[in-house]
C-alpha cells in the first residue's frame, strides 16, 4: 500500500520553529517531486513549497522565503521542512505529495498523485 505520512505538528509560539517530516511507505521516493502543502481554516489549500527528486531544485511561496527550508533523504524515504520565524499565520494542517514528472509542475496541486494525511502547525502565543 502506498503512503504518506507527516509529522512533526504541534503548537509553537511565535518566532518558534519546526520541522515536519513525510516519509513514504510502500514506494521509493526517489523518482518523484515532492510538495508541501497547508490548509487554514475557511481557506483554499496553498502550495508551499516543493522539491525536485534529485532535491537539487527547490520552490517557495513567498510568504515563507527565508523562513522554511525543504529537503529530502531518499536514503531514508523521508522530506523535510524546516520551519522557522513561525507566524501565526503560519496556522493550519500541512500535508506532503509526490507525483512524478516535470519539476516545473509542482506548485500545482493537480499534479500529485499520493497524499498524506496532514499534521496540525499551530502558531500561537
Given at each position: 500500500?502506498?503512503?504518506?505520512?507527516?509529522?512533526?505538528?504541534?503548537?509553537?509560539?511565535?518566532?518558534?520553529?519546526?520541522?515536519?517530516?513525510?516519509?513514504?511507505?510502500?514506494?521509493?521516493?526517489?523518482?518523484?517531486?515532492?510538495?508541501?502543502?497547508?490548509?487554514?481554516?475557511?481557506?483554499?489549500?496553498?502550495?508551499?513549497?516543493?522539491?525536485?527528486?534529485?532535491?537539487?531544485?527547490?520552490?517557495?511561496?513567498?510568504?515563507v522565503k527565508g523562513r522554511f527550508t525543504i529537503s529530502r533523504?531518499?536514503?531514508?524515504?523521508?522530506?523535510?521542512?524546516?520551519?522557522?520565524?513561525?507566524?501565526?499565520?503560519?496556522?493550519?494542517?500541512?500535508?506532503?505529495?509526490?507525483?512524478?514528472?516535470?519539476?516545473?509542475?509542482?506548485?500545482?496541486?493537480?499534479?500529485?498523485?499520493?497524499?498524506?494525511?496532514?499534521?496540525?502547525?499551530?502558531?500561537?502565543?
Amino acid at each position: 500500500q502506498l503512503q504518506l505520512v507527516e509529522s512533526g505538528g504541534g503548537l509553537v509560539q511565535p518566532g518558534g520553529s519546526l520541522r515536519l517530516s513525510c516519509a513514504a511507505s510502500g514506494f521509493t521516493l526517489d523518482y518523484y517531486v515532492i510538495g508541501w502543502f497547508r490548509q487554514a481554516p475557511g481557506k483554499e489549500r496553498e502550495g508551499v513549497s516543493c522539491i525536485s527528486n534529485s532535491g537539487y531544485r527547490t520552490n517557495y511561496v513567498d510568504s515563507v522565503k527565508g523562513r522554511f527550508t525543504i529537503s529530502r533523504d531518499n536514503a531514508k524515504n523521508t522530506v523535510y521542512l524546516q520551519m522557522n520565524s513561525l507566524k501565526p499565520e503560519d496556522t493550519g494542517v500541512y500535508y506532503c505529495a509526490a507525483f512524478r514528472g516535470p519539476f516545473s509542475g509542482c506548485v500545482f496541486p493537480n499534479r500529485y498523485d499520493y497524499w498524506g494525511q496532514g499534521t496540525q502547525v499551530t502558531v500561537s502565543s
